[in-house]
Structures are given as structure tokens and as C-alpha cells.
């Protein structure tokens, strides 16, 4: 049968709709978004979020946590040339995860890399003293940003998850590679 | 010297800073696009207070969240407050947080260490 023309139009929303459902839900998907992001953007989404919390009824101090968290990693995906940012959070029964992803620069990547490596085998003390360094900017041999990204930022998400930061790069072509970000939540805090 | 006021917007604090009385304010969210544009006025304001500041100065920080674009020129007004604090004037800064919010009793404990200023840290009572 030959399709008509309403048919060929709604036919691909169709049959991209339930992977996605069924992505989001088989991944605990609660939010996704993909788009600019801009401090407008910020305070409707942590409405959003504030209001499916509400409905499950979670812990104030996992909530403010996880508030605090994406403040900051909208940080991450604002302010870029490279198009936009995609933020995602989670929901497992154990934790909240967080994550941003951005495109930055193919050649930056090892720069990046090797940053949250490094963050990540800081303990929390060292931690605290690296984040008041960059924060009175008296930390000349650290970078202000790694691959366009502030490194005060990463900082932040290291101590506030109080956890390693989950990273990825996807390689895209010599100029671009997809970065993405994830702080985690354990609601045992 | 007049006073400075700025309003809240849904990413940016209510400023209250009234020479007359020596009592400042900061409260609500600080999420600016232009995290320096914003505070820079009221640094600037801070400069021309310190010269001729009352012998008691109170600051309030009651806010509710902030990114780290924000926390280094929240730092910057401490700094302007430190130095008048130095310079003998009596300053003292409440820094209030929410019971639930650990991180925002952290970042106050930032400053205290970071400062030398008279910082007290403060539950926020919920209404």
C-alpha cells in the first residue's frame, strides 16, 4: 500500500517515539533535554525537577543536593559555539546521576582527560584546598579552563557529589568529539 | 551616599545596600548570564562605602542557590567587606543556609576559612 502524504509525515515521530520512551525508561530517565542552555532555562527546569521530586516525595537534603549539582552543570553546557548542550538526569533507586554533554575540540580532549583523572584522585580535603585556589585565582599552574570548560566548575561537581566523576569522549571528526559529564547523587548521604 | 537596590529576577539576588544604617543584603538566586556585570556595580558601590563606612556594618546572605561564576565575585564583595573590616570598622556578616543544604553550609565555611572577617553561619528559619 502506498502511503499518503500525512501518512510519510508522521510516520518517522512514530517510529522514533517508543525507543526513546523505552530508552528513557529501561535507563531511568526522569529529564532530558537537549538545546541552548541560558540561566532562563535553568530555573524551568529545576521547577521541573523540583515538582517530580515533590511527587515521589524525596529527602530535602537529596534534593538541594542534586539542585545544586545541576546548577552548576548547566555551567557547563552554557556559553559554547559548538551547538548545544544535552542534560539528562536519573533516577535509580540508589542514586541520582547527572549529566551534561557538549561537543568540544577533537584536540582538546587529552587536555580534558587529563583533568578529571586528576580530579578524580583527589580526597575531599585536597579537593576543598584546590577549589579555594582557583576561587582566589591563586593557582597560576592550573588552567582557568580545560577545553573551553571552567575548571572551577569540575571542581565544584567533584566536591558537591562528594564522588569520582564519570566521564566520556565520543570522537566526531578531527575538529569535534562529543564530551559528556556525569556527577552522581547517593541518597545515603 | 545613596543607597543601592536592586530587585530580585528569578536568576538574580535582591541587593539591598543602605549606607544610612549599615545594614547590606543578599537573598535569593545568583545565576546571572553576566555573573561580573552584575556584582560589578556593587563592588564599585563597596569602594566609595569603604571610604567613609559606619562604625557597625551588617551583612545578611540569605540565598538559594548560586553557581561558581557567582561564588568568586560573592568572594570579591568579602573581600571589599574584609578590608573595611581591617581598616577597623566593625563588620559582621550572617551567612544563613538551609538545614537541608550542605553545600550552601560548606560554601559559608569557604569564606570563613578563606577570610578574615567575621562570618557566622546561620540556620534559616523555614516560615
Do not use: C
Not at chain 1, 158 to 177: G, P, Q, T, V, W
Not at chain 2, 2 to 15: D, G, N, W, Y
Request: without cysteine; negative net charge.
Amino acid at each position: 500500500m502506498v502511503a499518503t502524504q500525512p501518512e510519510l509525515l508522521h510516520r518517522p515521530a512514530l517510529s522514533y517515539a517508543y525507543p526513546l520512551y523505552r530508552n528513557m525508561l529501561d535507563n531511568s530517565i526522569v529529564f532530558i533535554y537537549h538545546g541552548p542552555i541560558s540561566p532562563d532555562l535553568v530555573v524551568d527546569v529545576l521547577n521541573l525537577v523540583e515538582y517530580r521530586l515533590g511527587d515521589k516525595g524525596e529527602d530535602r537534603r537529596i534534593s538541594k543536593k542534586l539542585f545544586n549539582i545541576m546548577v552548576e552543570t548547566f555551567v557547563l553546557g552554557e556559553q559554547q559555539s559548538r551547538g548545544h548542550a544535552a542534560l539528562i538526569v536519573r533516577q535509580l533507586p540508589y542514586l541520582y546521576s547527572v549529566s551534561i554533554g557538549r561537543r568540544i575540540s577533537s584536540p582538546s580532549v587529552y587536555e580534558v582527560k587529563a583533568y578529571l583523572d586528576w580530579v578524580n584522585t583527589l580526597l575531599p580535603e585536597q579537593l576543598r584546598e584546590e577549589y579555594h585556589r582557583l576561587l582566589q585565582n591563586k593557582a597560576p599552574e592550573l588552567p582557568q579552563h580545560v577545553g573551553g570548560i571552567p575548571s572551577i566548575s569540575i571542581l565544584d561537581l567533584a566536591r558537591k557529589s562528594n564522588d569520582i566523576l564519570h566521564y566520556n569522549f565520543e570522537y566526531l571528526d578531527a575538529e569535534d568529539s562529543f564530551f559528556s559529564l556525569e556527577a552522581r547523587i547517593r541518597k545515603n548521604i | 551616599m545613596e543607597a543601592l537596590r536592586i530587585e530580585s529576577t528569578h536568576k538574580t539576588p535582591r541587593v539591598i545596600l543602605d549606607p544610612e544604617n549599615g545594614i547590606f543584603e543578599f537573598s535569593g538566586r545568583s545565576i546571572p548570564e553576566d555573573s561580573v556585570g552584575f556584582y560589578l556595580p556593587i563592588l564599585d558601590w563597596l569602594e566609595k562605602y569603604a571610604q567613609q563606612p559606619l562604625p557597625q556594618t551588617h551583612v545578611r546572605f540569605d540565598l538559594e542557590y548560586f553557581n561558581t561564576s557567582s561564588s568568586k565575585n560573592i568572594l570579591e564583595v568579602l573581600k571589599r567587606l574584609e578590608a573595611i573590616h581591617t581598616a577597623g570598622h566593625e563588620v559582621r556578616v550572617t551567612w544563613y543556609y538551609d538545614e537541608d543544604d550542605e553545600d550552601m553550609e560548606e560554601t559559608g565555611q569557604d569564606y570563613q576559612a578563606l577570610l578574615n572577617l567575621p562570618i557566622e553561619l546561620a540556620v534559616k528559619v523555614q516560615s
